[in-house]
């Protein structure tokens, strides 16, 4: 292909384009193509575009929110899994078994139960804790006795909760809390300062049970972040955070702040679509015909050709596509008597036809003559091999051809085969 005709048939395709793109984008558009090869809605290769500090900290916000949850945590670990991130998929099933502590929470405070058979000391504590009203303990012991911040009238409340069949399961609800937890434990450490201190709830061995319950549950709060950080480290790495995009897409996250981004890039990135003036088509067809006189004896370039009518300039480049991809028969025959071994002339008169074929001589050796020798039976094959490509060869799609005119041309009598 030449110059000039590579410089009409994108011309073509850019005028072209003009008309097949959708409505959206046939103003502007960021690309060429954009509206042609993909889907009008689809923002991903805008996505890429965005500011990676946006990308980052958008993926870093949405991973730890989900692994800060027992559904988000177990729907990204499957997820991980089968985006073939195996470690980090292990790792964050492991924050959805972390997160789903409600068992091990009962299970602590049922271990806190003993101290709770005198209604009097929890009495005394939870005035102590409901004393500050609008402190997240108190709201926590409000909910869970179903009262209001102006009742502290105790004795009413734990008639009215019927503490004496339900104390165990109010104890469990109060200290699966962790603040009430923490907040119990300063009060009752300052009980015992003040020697004040009385009972079993009151006494430095319950405080020591509070404190090591505390510490265990802190522990564990610090080993899930530091888990969660290093999962959203990782995802929302330069090297990941585009696999991590689409991850995230997948399991519906709401990606509206990443689609606004892309959006904004596209409108940035849009520019007026390119128009072509039939000036330019009727120069480069000139050129053209100058650069192959061959082409107008032959008929491929019409005289008059309508630059305004799309048909028109269609059928154009058909003709030129159709001249460019058939070969004439002369010039396969020519090919084959350089690259095979062809015997006879090239026949280029109009009733002469050249059909590419190669004609060898089999070849017979006597076996017994080898026999002897390490390498008998693969001298052997490659004889049989020599034996079978020089046997005449002529494929169905080589007697199938155009004529100069562009119609096919089949070959009807053994004669017209043979161009020598």
């Not at 603040?179 to 119990?184: I, K, Q, T």
């Not at 305004?308 to 460019?324: A, D, K």
């Not at 039976?377 to 079978?388: A, C």
Request: some cysteine; aromatic content about 8%.
């Amino acid at each position: 292909m030449t110059a000039p005709v590579a410089l009409f048939l994108t011309l073509l395709s850019v005028q072209l384009s003009n008309e097949l793109v959708s409505a959206t984008h046939a103003k502007e558009s960021s690309t060429l193509d954009e509206g042609l090869t993909y889907d009008n809605q689809s923002l991903d290769m805008y996505i890429d575009m965005v500011s990676s500090t946006v990308r980052r900290s958008f993926v870093r916000e949405a991973v730890v929110g989900l692994l800060s949850t027992v559904q988000g945590a177990s729907l990204l670990s499957k997820a991980l899994l089968s985006h073939q991130f195996y470690d980090l998929g292990r790792e964050a099933a492991l924050c959805e078994s972390m997160n789903d502590v409600r068992a091990l929470l009962v299970a602590e405070a049922e271990s806190l139960c003993y101290a709770f058979e005198t209604p009097a000391e929890v009495k005394k504590l939870l005035s102590k804790i409901t004393a500050v009203k609008d402190s997240e303990p108190a709201k926590h012991v409000q909910a869970t006795f179903g009262i209001t911040a102006n009742q502290t009238n105790w004795d009413d409340i734990f008639q009215k909760a019927d503490w004496t069949s339900n104390w165990r399961s109010l104890t469990i609800a109060l200290f699966s809390n962790e603040a009430v937890l923490d907040r119990a434990s300063v009060l009752i450490a300052n009980e015992i300062g003040s020697k004040m201190a009385a009972g079993r709830l009151f006494s430095q061995d319950f405080l020591d049970k509070l404190k090591e319950i505390s510490s265990a549950r802190k522990n564990r709060k610090v080993s899930r972040e530091e888990k969660i950080r290093l999962i959203a480290c990782e995802l929302s790495s330069f090297e990941h955070v585009s696999k991590s995009l689409s991850l995230l897409r997948s399991i519906g996250v709401d990606m509206t702040k990443i689609d606004d981004a892309a959006r904004s890039v596209r409108e940035e990135k849009a520019t007026a679509r390119a128009a072509v003036d039939s000036d330019l088509m009727r120069s480069v067809l000139d050129s053209i015909r100058a650069r192959h006189p061959n082409w107008v004896k032959a008929g491929v370039l019409r005289p008059e050709i309508d630059f305004n009518s799309t048909p028109s300039m269609v059928h154009e480049m058909v003709r030129m596509f159709v001249r460019l991809s058939y070969m004439p028969h002369t010039g396969a025959a020519a090919i084959a008597q350089h690259t095979r071994r062809r015997i006879g002339n090239i026949g280029t008169e109009s009733y002469q036809y050249n059909v590419p074929a190669e004609f060898g001589f089999v070849e017979q050796y006597d076996n017994l003559q080898y026999k002897r020798y390490d390498w008998q039976g693969w001298y052997q094959r490659m004889v049989d091999i020599h034996n079978r490509n020089v046997s005449i060869r002529c494929r169905i799609d080589d007697l199938k051809r155009l004529d100069s005119d562009g119609n096919p041309l089949w070959i009807s009598k053994p004669s017209d085969a043979c161009g020598f």
